[in-house]
């Protein structure tokens, strides 16, 4: 992908993390099928707040927790399928097959520590990489495919 295709936000607090969770809801398509979002990042930068910010956006009302434990919580939203993933704890991508990872293809996924399978860059639309930075936070954001880019120019210009 072009370099124009990624850009950079300053993420002070978690409010700031979560609002880019629902600036990224807002410019979705109706239909989320096949989308992919990669969250990476330490331990503690906000991934899963920005999943949250985005699942409750889409008009979550519940709570949305990390899915550490659970590997993959899914939610239905107003027609939307939403799966939020969390890699972490996954001891071979081999075991995603056991999660029914062939399964969720038919709504968004937001899935954290990606780089447990490697793999799944190839089928990334974007991937959002948060750090520490200055008492805060930063985001980096690359869209990996057309419509990803599309999003990412429609969020941040």
């Known amino acids: 992908m072009p370099e124009s295709l990624t850009r ?3 993420l002070p607090d978690a409010a700031a993390t979560a609002a880019l969770g629902q600036a990224l809801a807002l410019h979705l398509p109706e239909d989320v099928g096949g989308w992919t979002i990669l969250l990476e990042g330490e331990l503690g930068t906000g991934k899963s707040t920005l999943a ?5 956006a889409l008009g979550h009302d519940g709570p949305v927790p990390s899915p550490t434990y659970t590997l993959v919580e899914p939610y239905e939203i107003g027609g939307r399928t939403v799966y939020h993933v969390d890699l972490y704890r996954l001891g071979s991508p081999e075991e995603l097959e056991f999660l029914g990872w062939s399964d969720l293809y038919d709504g968004l996924l937001l899935v954290e520590w990606p780089q447990r399978v490697p793999e799944l860059a190839a089928r990334a639309d974007l991937v959002v990489r948060l750090r520490y ?7 980096e954001l690359r ?10 120019d429609s969020v941040i210009s």
């Open 133 to 139: 930075a200055d008492g805060g936070r930063t985001a």
């Open 8 to 10: 950079h936000v300053a």
């Open 52 to 56: 949250g910010g985005l699942i409750r």
């Open 143 to 152: 869209a990996r495919s057309a419509r990803g880019g599309r999003l990412l």
